[in-house]
């Protein structure tokens, strides 16, 4: 039984209980030794850690690497770098593989590695195709790269999306064979979680100019600044917040256009030395500084359905340092935070409303404050939690081996 996993969610007959191994390409578009977060192969890690044996084909220098994860060693490809390179070094790849044997899976995740699936699966039993998503795009707004997804989901035999909103609109709007599977992104409960360093919130306040004692309330944005992060609406509102409060952001390199708006805006509001910004950071160094913090920001416009219905990486990798978020106050998200206590909602687009979410947040006591964390880090450990849902995965690649 696998730990963590309701037991209608486990594969019928488990690989590793057999002598079935699945045979799994697994395809997309970082490569798990340089990606920001663990989301994009998080699924790779996990059948590897089951047993199956994984190959990931991914964009970046051409090479042949074997990434360490926390669940195992990760034997990765590396196709070009660009789009068009990774496209026919993938469409070669997936062509070899397909003539070579057939039962391999071809695990598909993200629209950005579906163009070469659609043109080299063709024909190929759609049982052995998978195609997982974590961002879905809605009608209109990609137009090509919609095209490939779509066609990539009518072609599949099974697809995964991580909220069921998304899911229901997808299933409507590709006029897909079934509903999708639903696998939130989540981290998994043997994930590595960082615990607070002090030396970490020493660094983040020297970055503001601030003393070592200093009594302020870091709110870490893990994200750069930008419209579909609400990221004005977030400066202003740190405007009409008292001084010690301080507002992280991460992943902004110096020179970027994002970065230089943000200079502006906050020069035009006066609170350029309360933003602290990162450059693009491992995974594991940013978890360590959000760690540091005293609430995460999770904001989203209005903006379409993508964003509307929200199930981001980001929640999990919060409550996992003990961090209550601030989210937009949309149904899907919104019921998650109230009904498991994980923070505030509020109205993404009014900088009151954030600055009142804010205070709401963090100006409770020290032991309110330390009693909330740990309770935020057994959530993450149970019920908002990879391992309950990770057996979906599991038995959709097990069908999808075995033919039935």
Same mark, same amino acid.
């Given at each position: 039984?696998?730990?963590?996993? &309701?037991?209608?969610?486990?594969?019928?007959?488990?690989?590793?209980?057999?002598?079935?191994?699945?045979?799994?390409? $697994?395809?997309?578009?970082?490569?798990?030794?340089?990606?920001?977060?663990?989301?994009?192969?998080?699924?790779?890690?996990?059948?590897?850690?089951?047993?199956?044996?994984?190959?990931? $084909?991914?964009?970046?220098?051409?090479?042949?690497?074997?990434?360490?994860?926390?669940?195992?060693?990760?034997?990765?490809?590396?196709?070009?770098?660009?789009?068009?390179?990774?496209?026919?070094?993938?469409?070669?790849?997936?062509?070899?593989?397909?003539?070579?044997?057939?039962?391999?899976?071809?695990?598909?995740?993200?629209?950005?590695?579906?163009? +070469?699936?659609?043109?080299?699966?063709?024909?190929?039993?759609?049982?052995?195709?998978? $195609?997982?998503?974590?961002?879905?795009? &809605?009608?209109?707004?990609?137009?090509?790269?919609?095209?490939?997804?779509?066609?990539?989901?009518?072609?599949?035999?099974?697809?995964?999306?991580?909220?069921?909103?998304?899911?229901?609109?997808?299933?409507?709007?590709?006029?897909?064979?079934?509903?999708?599977?639903?696998?939130?992104?989540?981290?998994?409960?043997?994930?590595?979680?960082?615990?607070?360093?002090?030396?970490?919130?020493?660094?983040?306040?020297?970055?503001?100019?601030?003393?070592?004692?200093?009594?302020?309330?870091?709110?870490?944005?893990?994200?750069?600044?930008?419209?579909?992060?609400?990221?004005?609406?977030?400066?202003?509102?740190?405007?009409?917040?008292?001084?010690? %409060?301080?507002?992280?952001?991460?992943?902004?390199?110096?020179?970027?256009?994002?970065?230089?708006?943000?200079?502006?805006?906050?020069?035009?509001?006066?609170?350029?030395?309360?933003?602290?910004?990162?450059?693009?950071?491992?995974?594991?160094?940013?978890?360590?500084?959000?760690?540091?913090?005293?609430?995460?920001?999770?904001?989203?416009?209005?903006?379409?359905?993508?964003? $509307?219905?929200?199930?981001?990486?980001?929640?999990?990798?919060?409550?996992?340092?003990?961090?209550?978020?601030?989210?937009?106050? %949309?149904?899907?998200?919104?019921?998650?935070?109230?009904?498991?206590?994980?923070?505030?909602?509020?109205?993404?687009?009014?900088?009151? +409303?954030?600055?009142?979410?804010?205070?709401?947040?963090?100006?409770?006591?020290?032991?309110?404050?330390?009693?909330?964390?740990?309770?935020?880090?057994?959530?993450?450990?149970?019920?908002?939690?990879?391992?309950?849902?990770?057996?979906?995965?599991?038995?959709?690649?097990?069908?999808?081996?075995?033919?039935?």
């Amino acid at each position: 039984m696998i730990r963590g996993t &309701e037991a209608h969610n486990a594969p019928e007959v488990p690989w590793h209980e057999s002598r079935h191994v699945p045979k799994v390409a $697994y395809c997309c578009w970082e490569t798990p030794s340089a990606a920001a977060s663990p989301h994009l192969w998080m699924a790779a890690c996990w059948l590897r850690k089951r047993g199956a044996d994984v190959h990931v $084909y991914s964009a970046g220098k051409t090479s042949e690497l074997r990434v360490e994860t926390p669940f195992g060693v990760l034997n990765c490809s590396q196709l070009g770098a660009g789009h068009a390179r990774f496209q026919i070094g993938l469409l070669r790849v997936l062509l070899r593989e397909r003539m070579r044997t057939t039962r391999t899976v071809f695990y598909i995740h993200g629209h950005n590695a579906a163009p +070469a699936p659609v043109l080299a699966l063709a024909f190929l039993r759609s049982h052995r195709v998978i $195609y997982h998503t974590q961002d879905y795009l &809605e009608p209109g707004r990609f137009l090509l790269w919609e095209f490939f997804e779509r066609k990539l989901a009518r072609r599949s035999g099974q697809v995964i999306c991580n909220e069921p909103n998304r899911g229901r609109f997808m299933a409507s709007h590709f006029r897909l064979r079934q509903f999708p599977i639903v696998v939130p992104t989540y981290l998994p409960r043997d994930w590595p979680r960082p615990e607070f360093e002090p030396e970490a919130r020493r660094e983040l306040l020297a970055r503001a100019g601030q003393p070592v004692g200093a009594d302020a309330r870091l709110l870490m944005h893990q994200g750069g600044f930008a419209g579909v992060r609400c990221g004005s609406a977030l400066v202003r509102a740190l405007a009409t917040l008292p001084a010690h %409060f301080l507002l992280v952001f991460t992943g902004m390199a110096e020179g970027t256009p994002a970065r230089e708006e943000l200079r502006m805006q906050a020069a035009s509001l006066g609170v350029t030395g309360r933003i602290i910004v990162l450059d693009r950071l491992p995974f594991d160094e940013m978890q360590r500084f959000t760690a540091a913090c005293d609430a995460g920001i999770l904001l989203y416009p209005n903006d379409g359905v993508g964003n $509307y219905y929200q199930a981001p990486g980001r929640l999990t990798q919060y409550l996992a340092c003990g961090l209550p978020v601030l989210a937009s106050d %949309f149904p899907g998200l919104e019921l998650l935070i109230l009904k498991h206590q994980l923070g505030v909602v509020c109205d993404p687009a009014c900088p009151a +409303a954030i600055a009142r979410g804010v205070r709401d947040l963090v100006e409770v006591s020290t032991e309110k404050r330390q009693c909330r964390a740990v309770r935020l880090r057994t959530t993450v450990d149970t019920d908002l939690c990879y391992d309950r849902f990770a057996g979906r995965i599991e038995q959709t690649v097990h069908r999808a081996s075995t033919g039935w």
